[in-house]
């Protein structure tokens, strides 16, 4: 199996405050994953907001499912 290295293209103009992480993850003697993230400020909220309103609906839903089951 052949590893691929993948560097930035110059050509792409990086955001002024982005946020890398680079990480290398091995499972035993022959398995290695590597990945890679890039993100903003403005990114890390929309996270924030998606995961609060998807956590608000889940809870509602919980709630109304032992309502209905009274």
């Given at each position: 199996?052949?590893?691929v290295?993948?560097e ?5 103009p990086?955001h002024p ?5 680079v ?11 590597q990945?890679?993230a ?11 907001i998606?995961v609060a ?7 509602h839903?919980?709630s109304?499912?032992?309502r209905?089951?009274?």
């Amino acid at each position: 199996m052949s590893v691929v290295q993948e560097e930035a293209s110059p050509a792409v103009p990086s955001h002024p405050e982005e946020i890398k992480s680079v990480f290398d993850l091995r499972l035993g003697k022959h398995v290695t994953l590597q990945g890679s993230a890039r993100i903003t400020p403005a990114g890390v909220i929309s996270a924030g907001i998606a995961v609060a309103v998807m956590t608000l609906a889940m809870g509602h839903l919980a709630s109304s499912t032992r309502r209905r089951g009274r």
